[in-house]
Nanobody, 118 residues
Framework: QVQLVESGGGLVQAGGSLRLSCTAS????????MSWYRQTPGTERELVAT????????NIADSVKGRFTISRDDAKGTVYLQMNSLKSEDTAVYYC???????????WGQGTQVTVSS
C-alpha cells in the first residue's frame, strides 16, 4: 500500500522556520522525483519545490527561492522542506508528491497545515 505521510506543520510567527517531512512507503522511493506543493482555499495547488532522483537537481519556485530548501534521504524514504523567513503568504496546506514519469505514476500525501502569523 502506497503511503506518503507529511509532518512538521503548525503555527509559527512571521520570520520563523519550520521543517516539513514526508515519509514514503509502498514504493521504491529512490526511483521517484519528489515535490512539495501548497494550496490555499479557492486556489489551485502551487508547486513549491522539486528534487529529482539521486538529488541530482532541485527546482524552487520564485516565490520561495532563497528561503525554502528541498532535500531527500533515500535511506529513510523521506523528503524534507526547510522553510525559513516565513511570511504570512506562506500559509497553506502543504502536500508532498511522488512521481515517476516513465511509469505514469503519481502519489500524493494527505497534506499538513502551515500557518504563519504576522
Amino acid at each position: 500500500q502506497v503511503q506518503l505521510v507529511e509532518s512538521g506543520g503548525g503555527l509559527v510567527q512571521a520570520g520563523g522556520s519550520l521543517r516539513l517531512s514526508c515519509t514514503a512507503s509502498g514504493f521504491t522511493f529512490s526511483s521517484y522525483a519528489m515535490s512539495w506543493y501548497r494550496q490555499t482555499p479557492g486556489t489551485e495547488r502551487e508547486l513549491v519545490a522539486t528534487i529529482t532522483r539521486l538529488s541530482s537537481s532541485t527546482n524552487i519556485a520564485d516565490s520561495v527561492k532563497g528561503r525554502f530548501t528541498i532535500s531527500r534521504d533515500d535511506a529513510k524514504g523521506t523528503v524534507y522542506l526547510q522553510m525559513n523567513s516565513l511570511k504570512s503568504e506562506d500559509t497553506a496546506v502543504y502536500y508532498c508528491r511522488a512521481d515517476r514519469q516513465a511509469l505514469g505514476r503519481i502519489y500524493w500525501g494527505q497534506g499538513t497545515q502551515v500557518t504563519v502569523s504576522s
